[in-house]
């Protein structure tokens, strides 16, 4: 990554996506660190973000003292501990403490604050999860987990007027919405913490089942001609479009005319009423891996596993969001998916 590079924020997903096959991912990391130093980001808004990465990096490769570092500068970055973005960081940073040994309690202080995100945030379960499990804490986890679960479904019940225990019966339908929410999230990380745990099943367990089966069959009744939403940045679809010729009348027969089907697709929902719009980031290896990639249903497959996870889901439309710099005289496009730097 040259230092010159002034980097948007498609440009630190795809860091994220590519650094570790790099010959040097510190060497990354620290690039990313200079660029937040030296004002090379094009939205200033993403230092936490890429502080964050370049933490990730550094905890990937052992490098602890390195990693500990970007987690500070990281959580500093953001306006203030609980501005909404600030919660991945700071779950890095505990989760990083654990590792570094000998700030066991500091790293719980940390987590036990970002509990609340658990019922109001999709990726919350998630990543306090992954710093728990860091910390040998799966049993509270569960305990976490399963706690947020019981607010959430109190919240329904209180809302709908029935009894929380009635909103887990098989014959009630709970969700997930078109776009899957907190609860479906929580239920799903908790359902794994579970089974890690060896844990039996039990009826928050038999909820999970069910809305990922409501999810995969909601998929399945897509209305003719409504187009997966999944988007391939520039060199994944070119790679895609190389190994797999057959897939341009899927996809697009080049880069700008799928962004374009993305985009045509979306205003037609958007102009249905539908809100929560998103596409969904795909990889070229993960979708071939999947099985024979000219069939239908492996396609559908894949983006059903996409819509699980909050991660690969880019929202639309953008409301501040360099990744949609379009380089055509205006900054920002009505219609706008990410564009990659040539």
């Known amino acids: 990554m040259p230092t010159t590079d002034v980097l948007t924020s498609a440009d630190l997903a795809e860091i994220r996506r590519s650094a570790l096959g790099t010959a040097d991912p510190l060497g990354v990391a620290a690039d990313l660190a200079d660029a937040v130093d030296q004002g090379r980001l094009a939205d ?59 700030r066991e309690d500091e790293a719980m202080a940390e987590l036990d604050a970002l509990r609340p995100l658990l019922t109001q945030q999709p990726d919350a379960p998630a990543y306090v999860n992954a710093a728990l499990d860091a910390g040998g804490r ?33 014959a009630v339908e709970v969700g997930p919405p078109e776009a899957p929410g907190v609860l479906f999230f929580l239920l799903q990380q908790r359902h794994r913490v579970r089974r890690d745990l060896n844990l039996p099943h039990d009826r928050h367990d038999d909820l999970a089942d069910r809305l990922e089966a409501q999810l995969v069959r909601r ?22 479009l190389a190994e797999q010729a057959a897939l341009t009348d899927v996809y697009g027969p080049d880069w700008d005319a799928h962004r374009a089907r993305l985009e045509k697709e979306l205003v037609r929902q958007a102009g249905a009423g539908r809100g929560g719009l998103h596409v969904l980031r795909g990889s070229v290896d993960e979708l071939t891996g999947r099985g024979d990639v000219t069939d239908p249903q492996v396609r559908a497959g894949y983006a059903r596993e996409l819509e699980t996870r909050p991660a690969a889901r880019i929202p639309w439309p ?6 949609c710099w379009c380089g055509s005289g205006l900054k920002y496009k009505k219609c706008c998916l990410p564009r990659s730097r040539s």
């Open 44 to 102: 200033p808004d993403d230092a936490g973000d890429a502080l964050t990465l370049a933490a990730e990096i550094a905890e990937i490769r052992s490098r602890l003292d390195a990693a500990l570092r970007y987690a500070d500068r990281a959580v500093a970055a953001y306006p203030t501990r609980d501005d909404a973005r600030a919660g991945r960081a700071r779950a890095l940073r505990a989760r990083i403490l654990f590792r570094v040994g000998g």
């Open 138 to 170: 799966t049993a509270t986890a569960d305990e976490w987990l399963s706690e947020a679960v019981d607010t959430l479904l109190g919240q329904r019940a209180a809302a709908s007027g029935e009894p929380a225990q009635a909103l887990t019966e098989p």
């Open 219 to 240: 998929a399945q009744q897509r209305p003719a001609g409504e187009t997966d939403l999944v988007f391939f940045p520039r060199a994944e679809f070119d790679r895609l």
């Open 318 to 323: 953008p409301e501040r969001n360099d990744a």
